[in-house]
C-alpha cells in the first residue's frame, strides 16, 4: 500500500528512508521537498497534506518540526496513511522519549525497526503494545506502578465587537498513560447526567457531548446504563475517549480592545483581559495578539505599574502586537495600553485595519465542560500494593479570538 | 592539464569503506554487529555501500534477530544492483523462512517479497506457499501482503501456483487479522489487474462482517473498504448491512469512520424508506463534524470528502455550518476548504451569520484567502436571490477599504452578478467606477471593462474611461485586449459619435495589424467586417442579449460526482478526480524496472535534447585529449575520497539503462586510456543536467569500480551521486547518465567553460580529460515570459547590461525551426518585428537560480550574418550566452 517512508528535518536531510516497493523513484524525498518549500511563491504557505507529483502521491505530517512523508501510486484511503504517520510519529516519540532528528540519528535501528513492524506489516498497527512483542527494543521511560488520565480540552471561543459569543466549542480527550504490570482492566466512570447528542435532554446542570468516539480497547457494555468505560490499557499514551461539545459554558477569559484614533498619525489602543475562574486556579503562558494596521511604524507600550512576568512586544515584519503574561490569577483583571504612531495616514476604517484579538493560554486544573472523571478503578487481586492513580485536568485554547 | 591537478583527489584519511569491510570480517559477534550498523547509517545518509555487498551478507547468518532484521534491511536497498550477489541470500532466506521462531519466518518472507529481483522470486514460491498455511497468524498475514507484492512484479507466476486460491481460503481464517490482511491484498491485486478476481458473494459478505467486530482499526479500514464494492440484492439487505457497520462511526480512527461512511452512503443508494435514510443522515453528521477535530492533516481529508458528501446530500450538514466556520490559526489549506464547503451550506436561513464571516475574513492578512473570501459572497450573491442585495452591499462596503486585491476581487464577482441579475443593480457602476486608476490585475481589468462596455449607455463618460485604457492597448495582456475590444464595439453600436469612432479605428488598426494573437485578430475582423457591412446586424450580435449564468457552487459534473461518491474515503475523493486521472501505475512488464529508476519520461530522450538531436552532430573540437596520466595516483585513498564526496540527498541511481542514442564526443580516446574509450557530454532533461557518458572497453580486461570526480569549475558542477558503471567486460559498452548539481564546488578565478574531470576503476591508472561546458544545458525550462513581462524586464535592466555580438557567418533559413530548435533549448520566442528590411526576433530564457535572459537577434532572413545582443542581470556570462547561441543557430 505504502511505497515509500521517510523523515525529513527541517532543512530537508534524510533522517529515515525506506522503500518498502520500489515502485517510486530514489530521488522522492527531495521533489517532496522542493514542492512543500515552494507550494507558494512569495510566502512558506503550507502544501496541503496529500498532493501527487508525476503519479506518485505524497502523503505527510508535520510533528515536532519533522516531516513524516509516506509515497503511494494507488488510490488508497489517504485518511488511513494519514493517521498511520500520526501513530507513526507517536510510537517512535514513545520508544524515543524525544521526538527531534538528533534522537532519530542515535536511534535510526531501533527506529528501523519499529517501521517495520508500523508501516511494511501496514495492516497491523501501532499502540506500543502490539511493537512491544516484535522489537528488540523497550519503550523508554519510567518503570514506576502507576496510571495517568488526562482530561484535555481545547476550547474555541468567538466574540463578536460586543462581547457577545459567536460560537463556542470544546474539543476534550481523555488520554491514559499506564505504566500498571500485567495490564490489568480499568474502569473510569464519567458523570452520571452524561447525555449524548441532544436528543435525550435531561435538563440543566447534564453534560451534553454532541458526539464521542472511543479506543478500540474500550468496552462500553455499561456505558448507557452507568457511563463507565473498562478497558486493557495498552503501553504508551492514547486516546481513551474523544468528545465534542457545542453546548454553552462560561469562557474563563473575556478580552476586549479598543482602538481609537487620537490624532492625524496616531491612535491608541487599549485590550483589557479578565480572568472568570476561581482565584485557587491560574492560567499559565498566556499570550495575547493583535494585528495592527499595515501602516503601523512604532507602538510604545504602557503597562499596569508593578505587574509582573508581562512581557510586550511589536512584530514588526508582520504588524503584530503580542503580550505575554506568564501568569494569570483567576479573578484578576489587567489592561495594555499601547500608542500606535502611522507612517501614512490610515484611508478607511481604523477598526477594520486592526484585529482580530486572539489568545493562548493553558490553565491546568480547570475544565470548561463539567465532565470528570468520578472514579478510577484498577481491578487487581493484591490489596498489599496500589499503584499511583493521577487524574489531571487542563483547558488549553484552540481558537480563542474577539473581534473589534 | 597540470599535475597538480592530482591534489584534488589525494587525502590522508583512511577511506571509510575498507575499515568497515574489516570490520564486517571480524571474528568478534560484536564487532561484526556494529559495523552493519554503522553500513546501514551511511546508507539512510545516502553514502553507496554496495561494494560490501558480500561481506554483509556474510553476517546473514545470526540468530541474533536484530543483526538479522538489519542484514535484510541492506539487501533490500542493494540487492537490485547487485542480482548475481543477491543469489548467495537465497538459501539463508529458504531456510529462515523455516525457522522455529515465527517472526523470524514472517521476516524472511517479507523480505523476499521486497527484493524485485526475477532470480529470487522464483525461489520465494515455495517459502510462500508454506507461510501461507503456517500454524502462526502473524506469519500468515506477513505471507498474505507478500501475494500482493508479488503480484505485482509477477503476476502470471501468482496465479500458475495458485496463490490466489490460497488468498481467498485466507478470508475464512479464524484470526480477523488475517482476513483483514488476505482482503487488502486481494483489493490491491484486483487493482491491478483488469479481470474480476475478488467478487464479494453472500457468504463472503457476512464472514467480512463478522470479522469487522473483531478485528483492529487498520483491519476494519480494509474490510469496510472492500465491502464498499458489494452490491446489495435489495433495500432490505442494504438496510441490514447498514445496520452491521453504523456502529464504526463511533471509532477514534477517522479512517475507520471515514470508510464507513463511505459504505453507508453507498447502500443508502439502494434503500428507499425515506425515514430510514434520514435517520442514517441524522446519524452520519455528528461523526463527520467530529473529524474536525482531528489533526489539521485529516481536517483536510476530511473537508474534500464533506464538499462531495453534501453535493449530493446536502441535508446532512444543513444545519451545522457553525462548525466550518474558519479558526484563527486553522492552516490556510483547511480555511479554503471550510469557506468551499460554506458557500455550499449557505441559505436563505443563515445567510447573514454566513456574510458576517466572509466579511471578516476579507480582512485578514493571507491574500489568497481573503480573495476566495470576497469571491464567495459574490458566489452566494449569485446562488440565493434573495440574499444577493444584502451581499452586493457587504461587497460594496469591503470597496470602502480600498485594499487593492480586495477591491479587484470585488469588481470580478461583481461583473458575474450583473450577468445573474441583470439591470437590477446597475446604480453602483459609479462606485465602481472610482476605483478604476487601482485596478493592476487582467482579470479586474477585464471585468470592469466589460461593465463599462455592457453599461456604455448608462455612463455618461464611458468612452473617456475606455481612451484611458486604449493608451496601452498593446501592453495589455490577451484577456484585457479581448475585452477592450469588444466593449469598444459595444460603445460605438451604443453611442456612434465621433469620439468612439476615432476610438474603434484605434483599437481595430491596433488589434488587426500590431498582434501576433490570432484570437485577438480573428475577432477584431469579424468586428470589422460586420461594422463595415451591416451595423444593424453587427447590433444584432455584439448586442445580443445573453443568457443569464447560474450559480456554480455545486460545480461537479453529475457523473464525475458519481464516481467520486464512490471513491469517499480514496485519494480520489481528496483530488476530486476519477483514479485512473492519477493512477499511473504501470502493470507487471519486463521493463518495469527501468520505469522505477528515473522520473518520467527520461527514456525519449532523443527528442528532448537538440544538443544530442540528430540535427547537431558532436562536434569534436569539444574535445580536447586528455593529457598523459600523472604518475599513479594513490589508489586506494581516493577511493576513500570518492566515497565521501558529494552524496547529498539523492539516492543513487541503481542501473541507468540507456541502451542506445546519439553519438557524443569522444573526450578519452581509447589510445591514450589503454583500451577505455570514453565519450561524454553534458545534456539537459527534464529540468536536470546529467552528464550523459557512453563507456567503451577495447582492452583485454573486465573492468569495474568505476569512480568519477569533477574539478571545481566556473559553475559548481558536480555529480549528484555516485557514478553506477556495472563491470564492463571487454569488447562491450554501456551508456549512462549521470544526474549532476550546480554550485556544489564553484572554483574562483576567470570564468572558464572548462570542465575538469578525473575518471578511474579498479584495473587502471586514474585518467584526467578536460571537456567542455555547453552552456545551453543550464537553461531552465521556466523561461517563458509574458510580453509584458519581457518588455518590462527589458526596461528594468540598465544599459550596461546589455551586450551585443554579430555572428557573420550565420544564416538563419526557416524562421519556425529556428524558433523550435531554440525553444528546445528553452530559449522562447516572444515576438518579431520587422526594422527596415531586417527582421528582429525577441527572446527570453532564464538561467539558473531564475536570472532572466533577455536575447534579440536581428537578421535579414536567408542571408548571412546575425546580430544578437542579450540583456541579463549576469553579463559576465556573455561569452558563454554567445558562444550557446551561435552553436544552436548553426545547424
Request: with cysteine; net charge negative.
Amino acid at each position: 500500500m505504502i511505497s515509500q517512508f521517510f523523515v525529513l528535518s527541517q532543512r530537508g536531510d534524510n533522517i529515515v528512508f525506506r522503500d518498502y516497493r520500489g515502485e517510486v523513484q530514489k530521488g522522492s524525498p527531495e521533489t517532496f521537498f522542493r514542492k512543500v518549500k515552494f507550494w507558494k511563491e512569495d510566502a512558506d504557505g503550507d502544501a496541503p497534506p496529500v498532493f501527487n507529483v508525476d503519479g506518485v502521491n505524497y502523503f505527510h505530517v508535520k510533528v515536532a518540526g519533522l516531516l513524516f512523508v509516506a509515497t503511494t501510486r494507488i488510490n488508497v484511503s489517504p485518511s488511513l496513511v494519514l493517521e498511520l504517520l500520526q501513530r507513526t510519529a507517536r510510537v517512535i516519540k514513545d520508544y524515543l522519549g524525544v521526538l527531534n532528528e538528533d534522537s532519530f540519528r542515535k536511534n535510526f535501528v531501533l527506529v528501523y525497526e519499529l517501521l517495520d513492524e508500523v508501516i511494511q506489516g501496514t495492516k497491523r498497527m501501532p499502540g506500543t503494545a502490539i511493537t512491544k512483542s516484535v522489537v528488540a527494543n523497550e519503550p523508554g521511560g519510567r518503570k514506576r506502578e502507576e496510571i495517568f488520565v488526562d482530561v484535555i480540552e481545547k476550547i474555541s471561543v468567538t466574540f463578536n465587537s460586543s462581547g457577545y459569543i459567536l460560537t463556542s466549542e470544546i474539543d476534550g480527550t481523555i488520554q491514559m498513560k499506564s505504566y500498571l504490570t500485567g495490564n490489568p482492566e480499568i474502569r473510569v466512570a464519567l458523570n452520571e447526567d452524561l447525555s449524548i447528542g441532544t436528543s435525550d435532554y435531561r435538563g440543566s446542570g447534564a453534560v451534553i457531548l454532541d458526539d464521542c468516539n472511543f479506543h478500540e480497547s474500550v468496552h462500553l457494555d455499561s456505558f448507557d446504563i452507568d457511563r463507565t468505560l473498562s478497558l486493557v490499557p495498552p503501553d504508551g499514551e492514547f486516546p481513551v475517549m474523544n468528545y465534542r461539545i457545542t453546548q454553552a459554558f462560561k469562557p474563563p477569559f473575556r478580552i476586549n480592545a479598543l482602538i481609537e484614533e487620537t490624532g492625524p498619525l496616531k491612535a491608541e489602543v487599549t485590550i483589557k483581559v479578565r480572568a472568570e475562574f476561581n482565584s485557587s486556579i491560574n492560567a499559565n503562558t498566556v499570550l495575547v495578539q493583535m494585528p495592527l494596521p499595515t501602516f503601523t511604524a512604532r507602538v510604545n507600550f504602557e503597562l499596569e505599574p508593578g505587574v509582573v512576568g508581562h512581557t510586550t512586544d511589536f512584530k514588526e515584519a508582520n504588524k503584530r502586537l503580542e503580550w505575554g503574561l506568564k501568569k494569570v490569577v483567576g479573578g484578576s483583571e489587567h489592561t495594555l495600553r499601547a500608542k500606535l504612531t502611522f507612517s501614512q495616514e490610515l484611508h478607511g476604517n481604523i477598526m477594520k485595519e486592526a484585529g482580530p484579538l486572539s489568545m493562548t493560554f493553558t490553565i491546568p486544573m480547570y475544565n470548561s465542560s463539567r465532565l470528570q472523571v468520578k472514579y478510577l478503578q484498577i481491578a487487581k487481586k493484591s490489596k498489599t500494593h496500589n499503584p499511583y492513580r493521577w487524574v489531571r485536568y487542563v483547558t488549553q485554547a484552540n481558537s480563542y479570538v474577539a473581534r473589534l | 592539464m597540470s599535475r597538480n591537478d592530482s591534489k584534488y583527489f589525494s587525502t590522508t584519511k583512511k577511506g571509510e569503506i575498507p575499515e568497515l569491510k574489516e570490520e564486517l570480517n571480524s571474528q568478534y559477534k560484536d564487532k561484526r554487529k556494529d559495523a552493519v550498523k554503522k553500513v546501514i547509517a551511511a546508507m539512510t545518509v545516502g553514502k553507496d555501500v554496495s561494494s560490501l555487498f558480500t561481506d554483509v551478507v556474510n553476517c546473514m547468518q545470526t540468530e541474533n534477530l536484530e543483526l538479522k532484521k538489519l542484514v535484510y534491511l541492506y539487501l533490500i536497498n542493494y540487492a537490485k544492483s547487485q542480482p548475481d550477489l543477491a543469489i548467495l541470500a537465497v538459501n539463508t532466506f529458504v531456510k529462515d523462512s523455516q525457522d522455529p521462531n515465527p517472526l523470524i519466518r514472517a521476516l524472511a518472507v517479507r523480505t523476499m517479497g521486497c527484493i524485485r529481483v526475477d532470480k529470487i522470486t522464483e525461489y520465494l514460491c515455495d517459502p510462500l506457499q508454506r507461510c501461507l498455511k503456517d500454524d502462526d497468524p502473524y506469519v500468515r498475514k506477513t505471507a498474505a501482503i507478500c501475494v500482493a507484492k508479488l503480484y505485482d512484479i509477477n503476476a502470471e507466476l501468482v496465479e500458475d501456483r495458485g496463490f490466489l486460491e490460497s488468498l481467498k481460503d485466507l478470508i475464512s481464517d479464524n484470526n480477523p487479522m488475517v482476513v483483514a490482511n488476505a482482503v487488502a491484498a486481494l483489493a490491491e491485486i484486483q487493482d491491478n489487474s483488469s479481470r474480476p478476481i475478488f467478487e464479494i458473494t453472500t457468504h463472503t459478505l457476512s464472514k467480512l462482517l463478522t470479522a469487522l467486530n473483531e478485528c483492529t482499526e487498520w483491519g476494519q479500514v480494509f474490510i469496510l473498504d472492500a465491502l464498499s464494492r458489494y452490491k446489495a440484492a435489495d433495500a432490505r439487505e442494504a438496510e441490514n448491512i447498514v445496520e452491521r457497520v453504523t456502529p464504526r462511526l463511533q471509532h477514534a480512527n477517522c479512517a475507520v469512520v471515514l470508510s464507513a461512511v463511505k459504505m453507508i452512503l453507498q447502500q443508502m443508494e439502494l434503500i428507499t424508506s425515506t425515514d430510514v435514510v434520514r435517520n442514517l443522515c441524522k446519524k452520519m453528521a455528528p461523526p463527520l463534524v467530529t473529524l474536525l477535530s482531528a489533526e489539521p492533516e485529516i481536517q483536510y481529508v476530511a473537508l474534500r470528502n464533506i464538499n462531495l458528501i453534501v453535493q449530493r446530500r446536502p441535508t446532512i450538514l444543513a444545519h451545522e455550518i457553525k462548525v466550518f466556520f474558519c479558526k484563527y490559526n486553522d492552516p490556510i489549506y483547511v480555511k479554503m476548504e471550510k469557506l468551499e464547503i460554506m458557500i455550499k451550506l449557505a441559505s436563505d436561513r443563515n445567510i447573514d451569520q454566513v456574510l458576517l464571516e466572509f466579511k471578516e475574513y476579507a480582512t485578514e492578512v493571507d491574500v489568497d484567502f481573503v480573495r476566495k473570501a470576497v469571491r464567495a459572497i459574490g458566489r452566494c450573491a449569485i446562488k440565493l436571490e434573495r440574499a444577493a442585495e444584502r451581499c452586493i452591499s457587504v461587497l460594496l462596503e469591503l470597496i470602502k477599504i480600498k485594499v487593492n486585491y480586495v477591491v479587484q476581487e470585488a469588481i470580478i464577482v461583481i461583473k458575474d452578478i450583473f450577468r445573474r441579475y441583470p439591470n437590477t443593480y446597475e446604480s453602483i457602476i459609479a462606485t465602481l467606477c472610482e476605483s478604476l486608476d487601482t485596478l493592476d490585475e487582467p482579470e479586474a481589468k477585464a471585468s470592469m471593462i466589460w461593465i463599462i462596455g455592457e453599461y456604455a449607455e448608462r455612463i455618461d463618460n464611458a468612452d473617456e474611461l475606455l481612451e484611458s485604457f486604449l493608451e496601452s492597448f498593446p501592453e495589455e495582456p490577451a484577456l484585457v485586449q479581448l475585452q477592450l475590444l469588444t466593449a469598444t464595439v459595444k460603445l460605438f453600436l451604443k453611442k456612434p459619435t465621433e469620439g468612439p469612432q476615432q476610438m474603434i479605428q484605434v483599437v481595430l488598426n491596433n488589434a488587426t495589424m500590431e498582434t501576433d494573437n490570432p484570437d485577438l485578430r480573428d475577432r477584431a475582423y469579424i468586428y470589422w467586417r460586420l461594422l463595415s457591412t451591416d451595423p444593424e446586424a453587427a447590433k444584432d450580435v455584439v448586442l445580443a442579449e445573453k443568457p443569464v449564468i447560474t450559480d456554480d457552487s455545486n460545480n461537479l459534473d453529475p457523473s464525475l460526482l458519481d464516481e467520486l461518491l464512490v471513491n469517499i474515503a480514496t485519494l480520489s475523493s481528496v483530488y476530486h478526480k476519477p483514479p485512473e486521472a492519477f493512477v499511473t501505475r504501470t502493470h507487471s512488464s519486463a521493463q518495469k524496472t527501468e520505469d522505477d529508476e528515473y522520473p518520467d519520461g527520461i527514456e525519449s530522450e532523443s527528442s528532448v535534447n537538440p544538443a544530442n538531436g540528430p540535427g547537431s552532430p558532436p562536434t569534436s573540437s569539444y574535445t580536447i585529449p586528455a593529457s598523459p596520466p600523472p604518475a599513479a595516483a594513490p589508489v586506494p585513498d581516493l577511493l576513500g575520497d570518492l566515497i565521501g564526496m558529494d552524496n547529498n540527498s539523492i539516492v543513487p541511481l541503481d542501473q541507468p539503462a540507456t541502451p542506445s542514442g546519439p553519438p557524443l564526443p569522444i573526450v578519452l580516446p581509447a589510445s591514450t586510456g589503454q583500451g577505455l574509450q570514453v565519450s561524454a557530454q553534458l545534456t539537459r532533461r527534464d529540468g536536470q543536467v546529467f552528464y550523459s557518458m557512453l563507456f567503451e572497453n577495447n582492452s583485454q580486461v573486465p573492468l569495474d569500480g568505476f569512480m568519477i570526480q569533477f574539478n571545481k569549475n566556473t559553475f559548481g558542477l558536480a555529480a549528484a551521486g555516485p557514478l553506477q558503471v556495472p563491470q564492463l567486460q571487454p569488447g562491450t559498452s554501456t551508456r549512462i547518465l549521470l544526474p549532476m548539481v550546480m554550485f556544489q564546488n564553484m572554483s574562483q578565478g576567470p570564468p572558464s567553460s572548462v570542465l575538469q574531470v578525473a575518471l578511474k576503476n579498479n584495473q587502471q591508472p586514474v585518467w584526467y580529460f578536460n571537456d567542455k561546458i555547453l552552456f545551453h544545458v543550464f537553461f531552465t525550462e521556466d523561461g517563458r515570459m509574458e510580453r509584458a513581462t519581457f518588455l518590462e524586464t527589458w526596461r528594468s535592466l540598465p544599459d550596461s547590461n546589455e551586450v551585443s555580438k554579430d555572428f557573420p557567418a550565420i544564416v538563419i533559413g526557416g524562421v519556425d525551426a529556428t524558433v523550435e530548435r531554440l525553444a528546445a533549448s528553452n530559449i522562447f520566442f516572444i515576438a518579431k518585428r520587422k526594422n527596415a528590411n531586417q527582421d528582429v526576433f525577441y527572446f527570453s530564457a532564464k538561467l539558473p537560480r531564475g536570472i532572466p535572459l533577455l536575447v534579440e537577434l536581428t537578421t535579414a532572413v536567408g542571408n548571412p550574418g546575425v546580430k544578437c545582443a542579450i540583456k541579463t542581470p549576469s553579463p559576465e556570462m556573455s561569452t558563454f550566452i554567445f558562444e550557446a547561441i551561435e552553436t544552436l543557430l548553426r545547424s
